[in-house]
């Protein structure tokens, strides 16, 4: 087969590691040949050097994406597809903007347009609400005229995508942790050395609303007040939200690193000593899975997502409550038990997950099934 996996509107967040993880699996899936359209977040940490032959590459820069940019990225991406004229179109993360001629196959990433009920529509002010219900219904949109069959994570997320798409083509497919994980390098540290037997609780993400860091400022008081002064929370935002969100203020209790590439994130974990992810909605993060392979017990919302990817493997607080968060923490650092159970159990959890080489061939057999149906 002759395919296009398609990346060009990719800039930043885990979707870039999905891309980057599913490109690399597919060296091992020979007799196809590979065209890659790479967005400005994919380049960044693809080194092109490493694939055989049968990879091509093309650099796409579209920038942040509007409304009136979508016809030019269409008209862009036709333009490739009639070069390159493919059996298949991969888009690893939806939208693509483009309607293709080829069959075309998407992932679907957009947790907040499926989960309704999120504690988060609670924190948008009436303009935002305005705005997200503008881009839901364009983006439902853009998956609804150009996806042959779109790719969930999780049957949950399968279930949601079909009611609010009304499609019968979702395929599950898990995610799991990226191949950086299977050996991971050693990188320079990134914080200081410990001291007074601190803790580290990592959140490993880009800046979005919903991912929820703002409830740290209120947990790392109620932390305080407790008496827990050892507990660091380690960040890779910009330096521009940390400062609006924390400030000097909490410069002890709350790091940003900053962005940090993916192959350099299980070096981070090392550095740190639990996961701690506020989320209030996801299709799947793929920080649960790297947590449980690195061995970092988890701290996370309570809400069904989060439950259909982690199971027994987490401790669960109450969404937007930092007073249960503080509860949930120091029951973790108080009970050494506990956090090896939590280990163990996400060991056991991580058969669950499709492996990076399952993953990609049940990609390439989905395409294979909507080229076959598409001639009949």
């Given at each position: 087969m002759k395919i296009i996996i398609n990346t060009s509107t990719l800039r930043f967040g885990g979707a870039i590691q999905v891309s980057l993880s599913f490109i690399r699996e597919c060296r091992e899936i020979t007799g196809n040949e590979y065209h890659i359209l790479v967005g400005r977040g994919v380049h960044n940490s693809l080194l092109k050097d490493e694939f055989p032959s049968n990879f091509y590459f093309y650099d796409i820069d579209f920038g942040p994406?509007?409304?009136?940019?979508?016809?030019?990225i269409g008209r862009i991406l036709s333009n490739y597809e009639k070069e390159?004229?493919?059996?298949?179109i991969i888009t690893t993360s939806g939208p693509s903007y483009w309607?293709?001629?080829?069959?075309?196959?998407?992932?679907?990433?957009?947790?907040?347009?499926i989960y309704p009920e999120s504690p988060f529509m609670g924190l948008m002010s009436p303009y935002r609400k305005i705005r997200y219900y503008l881009k839901r219904r364009l983006h439902f949109y853009f998956f609804r005229r150009d996806a042959t069959a779109i790719i969930a994570q999780t049957d949950i997320v399968n279930n949601r995508v079909r009611k609010a798409l009304g499609k019968d083509k979702v395929f599950t497919i898990s995610?799991?942790?990226?191949?950086?994980?299977?050996?991971?390098?050693?990188y320079p540290e990134r914080l200081p050395e410990k001291t007074d037997g601190s803790l580290r609780f990592i959140t490993i993400s880009s800046y979005y609303y919903h991912k929820n860091?703002?409830?740290?400022?209120?947990?790392?008081?109620?932390?305080?007040?407790?008496g827990y002064k050892n507990i660091q929370f380690v960040l890779t935002i910009d330096k521009e939200n940390y400062q609006r969100i924390f400030g000097e203020k909490y410069a002890r209790q709350v790091i940003t690193v900053g962005p940090v590439k993916p192959e350099e994130c299980p070096s981070l974990y090392q550095e740190c000593d639990f996961l701690f992810?506020?989320?209030?909605?996801?299709?799947?993060?793929?920080?649960?899975p790297e947590a449980m392979v690195m061995k970092k017990p988890i701290v996370t919302t309570d809400l069904d997502f989060a439950r259909s990817i982690c199971d027994n493997a987490a401790l669960y607080?109450?969404?937007?409550?930092?007073?249960?968060?503080?509860?949930?923490?120091?029951?973790?650092?108080?009970n050494p038990d506990l956090r090896n159970q939590l280990v163990e159990n996400g060991l056991n959890r991580l058969k669950h997950f499709d492996s990076r080489k399952d993953r990609a061939d049940k990609i390439i057999s989905v395409c294979k099934l909507i080229i076959n149906e598409g001639k009949n």
């Open positions: 994406v509007t409304l009136f940019q979508t016809r030019r390159i004229r493919p059996d298949c309607h293709s001629i080829s069959p075309h196959l998407m992932g679907y990433n957009l947790g907040l347009y995610n799991t942790y990226n191949d950086f994980y299977h050996k991971p390098r050693k860091i703002e409830i740290l400022p209120e947990l790392c008081d109620i932390l305080e007040q407790h992810l506020p989320t209030l909605a996801e299709c799947f993060s793929a920080s649960y607080f109450e969404a937007m409550n930092p007073s249960a968060a503080a509860v949930a923490i120091e029951h973790l650092v108080e």
